[in-house]
């Protein structure tokens, strides 16, 4: 998917001259009036970053980059703003923005911050592509493979998996065959880490 630079600024003159610098600059653009219009139009695998006014009629930008994680949107947010204060920037890089602007800064400032914003939402988004990949394997595996599963990631030995689940030892084993199929793992500690990494660890 394309990774667009989304512009939000309800001043319209100044939001076609950013525009136009970010595309002369390469990189693929979109303009939004307002944070609503801008968040009516967002899908949920978007990829890119925004550029958001600070001091907006109605959403503000502070309340846009809130939307944005309540969404769980891996788009990064820059600020730009005429008037910044330190406690506005505080909090703003407190949840989470890749950087604050006045919009008098250096054009190279905010060009840099926007190659930052979209390297940050591409390992974002590759971590969560991969953390999908990880539960689908695991989802392959059926129920007594998945309680096979979580008692070997306990360092119990087949002996005691057997007595815990009522089963014989044989077909632990078989089980942990097909675990180590299924997954293409090859110990416990690899077995293990993978089923941290798919989060499924913290959920038990």
Known sequence: MTAIVHLVDDDASFLRALARLVRLSGFTVSTHS????????????????????????GMDGMRLQTALREAASLLPVIFLTGHGTIPATVQAMRLGAEDFLTKQAPKQDLLAAI??????????????????????AFRTLTRREQEVMHLVVQGKLNKQISAELGIHERTVKLHRTNLTSKLQVRSVAELTRLAQQAGLLALR
Do not use: H, I, K, Y
């Open 34 to 57: 307002s944070a609503d219009d801008f968040l009516a139009t967002l899908l949920p695998s978007a990829a890119g970053c925004v550029v958001a006014d600070l001091a907006m009629p």
């Open 115 to 136: 190659t930052r914003a979209l390297a940050r939402n591409a390992t974002a988004v590759a971590e969560r592509e991969r953390q999908r990949s990880l539960q689908d």
